[in-house]
């Protein structure tokens, strides 16, 4: 199945159990009760700022929305980068947010970890470590259907080897 484009892709709020929306402007740590959170993208390097995820042990089945604004004015190089606590069974990497009407959607695994169910980024793709972490390898579906597997995170389609294709 060919990646969705963003214009193809909308955003069930209801899978979000809490509406109420968090404004975030500045660093923070997410309590595991913020759910909806509109991020202010600010204009320049110097004032980017990172949203940390709530632990994974206390947000279990939880679903958080993050997306971006941009703060009014000239943009330059500012940025929002979405991160998790690296306290759960596999770590995320770091994403960012740095135009307006961008968004990720992450869940909660059973306590366990937190996954990009979707997002307005581009390559969408699944961190995997083995048990010992010196290795990290990371699967995702190309733009013509094909299964990847890459040592690094991918930054286009066509990064890393074929491991699997559309039958």
């Not at 993208?41 to 679903?63: D, E, H």
């Not at 960012?96 to 970890?113: C, D």
Request: glycine share 8%; charged share 20%.
């Amino acid at each position: 199945m060919p990646m969705q484009t963003t214009q193809d892709r909308h955003v069930d709020f209801d899978l979000v159990r809490d509406s109420a929306e968090t404004v975030v402007t500045a660093a923070t740590t997410l309590s595991p009760n913020q759910q909806v959170i509109k991020a202010t993208v600010p204009l320049a390097s110097a004032n980017s700022y990172a949203i940390t995820l709530p632990p994974v042990g206390q947000t279990k089945g939880a679903r958080v929305f993050v997306y971006a604004v941009r703060a009014s004015g000239s943009y330059v190089d500012g940025a929002v980068t979405v991160q998790c606590q690296d306290d759960g069974f596999s770590a995320l990497d770091s994403l960012q947010l740095t135009t307006a009407k961008q968004w990720i959607l992450f869940e909660n695994v059973g306590g366990k970890l937190w996954r990009v169910v979707d997002s307005s980024l581009g390559v969408e793709y699944l961190k995997m470590r083995e048990f010992d972490e010196s290795a990290t390898h990371y699967l995702y579906v190309d733009n013509t259907g094909d299964l990847r597997i890459h040592t690094a995170a991918p930054s286009a389609h066509d990064d890393g080897a074929i491991v699997g294709g559309q039958s």
